[in-house]
């Protein structure tokens, strides 16, 4: 029988780093959504075996994308950063992805923050050029998985825990 859906309200929105549960924050960013990259960045996920356990698509307001990249807020980027993420010209995919090493493997799945220096193979590396227009964010440690899960996904029941027929086939 299928567990039914639950949602996430007594548990903390990550999972224990480490395990099996281990959880991060993926964001398409707004040139990904305008160049119709949100299927293909989903995909990627889908076939590697990770779950997708939070999805939304907003406008950020300023103050939680100012937030979300407050280690930046002193470099000359920071203000074109903000307004590129919340003008409202195009929306931000978020999603809370799950499984084994997802906070490192998503990071090597993203490439480098300069697409320059990004492989083939990764969605950087195929899909974009230029570091101010570089389409992903990926959670860069448990610490900031933790922090941006929390800011993104804070209301009750965003992050859903689910189980899928595939895992056994997926993680032993
Ligand atoms: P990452 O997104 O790979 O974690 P950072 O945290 O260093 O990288 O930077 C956050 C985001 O800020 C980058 O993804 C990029 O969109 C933007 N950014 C970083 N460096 C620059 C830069 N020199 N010029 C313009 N935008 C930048």
């Known amino acids: 029988a299928q567990t039914p859906i639950q949602a996430?309200?007594?548990?903390p929105v990550y999972g224990a780093?480490?395990?099996?549960?281990e959880r991060t924050f993926i964001a398409v960013k707004p040139d990904?959504?305008?160049?119709?990259?949100?299927?293909e960045i989903i995909s990627r996920f889908e076939r590697r075996g990770y779950k997708l356990v939070?999805?939304?698509?907003?406008?950020?307001?300023?103050e939680l994308a100012k937030e979300h990249y407050a280690d930046l807020s002193s470099k000359p980027f920071f203000a074109g950063l903000?307004?590129?993420?919340?003008?409202?010209?195009a929306p931000v995919v978020g999603m809370v992805w799950e499984g084994p090493s997802v906070i490192k493997q998503g990071r090597i799945m993203l490439g480098a923050t300069d697409p320059k220096n990004s492989g083939t193979g990764t969605i950087r590396g195929d899909f974009c050029l230029s570091i101010g227009r570089n389409?992903?964010?990926?959670s860069d440690s448990a610490e900031s998985a933790e922090k941006e899960i929390s800011l993104w996904f804070?209301?009750?029941?965003?992050?859903?825990?689910?189980t899928s027929?595939?895992?056994?086939?997926v993680i032993s």
């Open 8 to 11: 996430d309200n007594a548990l």
């Open 17 to 21: 780093p480490g395990t099996s549960k």
């Open 82 to 89: 903000v307004d590129y993420m919340t003008n409202g010209r």
């Open 54 to 62: 939070g999805l939304k698509l907003l406008v950020p307001p300023v």
């Open 165 to 169: 027929n595939n895992e056994e086939w």
């Open 32 to 39: 990904g959504v305008q160049r119709n990259l949100v299927g």
């Open 154 to 162: 804070g209301g009750k029941g965003e992050v859903v825990n689910w």
């Open 135 to 138: 389409i992903v964010h990926g």
